[in-house]
């Protein structure tokens, strides 16, 4: 079965410090995957996808995720992180044959930035 | 601007009602999608339609029902018979057969138990 998974719960960087979310996933075909982001009591934001092509991808916010097919990742990353990016974040990962189009969310990583 | 509106953006239900939140989209998006959040207990998929008069129910469906009428529409009613609805409710549109696309998601709806 697919399934998406977010090693860490919680983290906490200094503002300034570079960020590394890790997203692990399990799935057979080649996969469609996202990372959103989630401010307190608001909806989830789309920051990046692959589906094909170039296996590291540019997203909104200064952020950037490789997909390395070996490792079955799709680590989130970004050089210096700011105040505004403390919220939680989902990986996510296109499931299931072409006709039923669910993504299948990974637990969440919730990060904290010191100032 | 396109987008999926969720209202109201909180809610209180008394013990053994029911009520609906709306969901609503002008994405042209055939399959929606309802999700509960708990904290950290990550998005749990309630109920999922692809397609206009059709819906599957996902992995915690019970004392939840939904109807897709229009395809527009996607209202979710939380049910006397859902024991624990204190949550917050997300609805999404998008995904179905350009999954690549990923979900566009609305801003939320908090049901609070009073």
């Known amino acids: 079965a697919q399934s998406v998974t977010q090693p860490d719960i919680h983290i906490t960087v200094s503002e300034g410090a570079s960020l590394e979310l890790r997203c692990n996933y399990s799935y057979g075909a080649t996969p469609y995957l996202f990372w959103y982001v989630q401010s307190p009591g608001q909806g989830l934001q789309l920051l990046l996808k692959?589906?094909?092509?170039?296996?590291l991808v540019q997203g909104i916010k200064g952020f950037e995720a490789e997909f390395k097919r070996s490792q079955s990742s799709f680590n989130l990353r970004k050089p210096s992180v700011h105040w505004s990016d403390a919220a939680e974040y989902f990986c996510a990962v296109g499931a299931g044959s072409s006709n039923t189009g669910k993504l299948i969310f990974g637990q969440g990583t919730t990060l904290q930035v010191k100032p | 601007d396109g987008g999926i509106t969720q209202s109201p953006k909180y809610l209180f239900r008394k013990e053994g009602q029911n009520v609906t939140l709306s969901c609503e989209q002008n994405?042209?998006?055939?399959?929606m999608y309802w999700y509960r959040q708990d904290p950290g207990q990550g998005l749990r998929l309630i109920y999922y339609s692809q397609i206009v008069n059709d819906f599957q129910k996902g992995d915690i469906a019970e004392g939840y029902s939904v109807s897709r009428e229009k395809k527009e529409s996607f209202p979710l009613t939380v049910t006397s018979a859902q024991k624990n609805p204190t949550a917050f409710y997300l609805c999404?549109?998008?995904?179905?057969?350009?999954?690549?696309?990923?979900?566009?998601f609305g801003s939320g709806t908090r049901l609070t138990v009073v």
């Open positions: 994405l042209n998006h055939d399959a």
């Open positions: 999404a549109s998008g995904g179905g057969p350009d999954r690549k696309y990923g979900y566009t």
């Open positions: 692959y589906f094909s092509g170039d296996t």
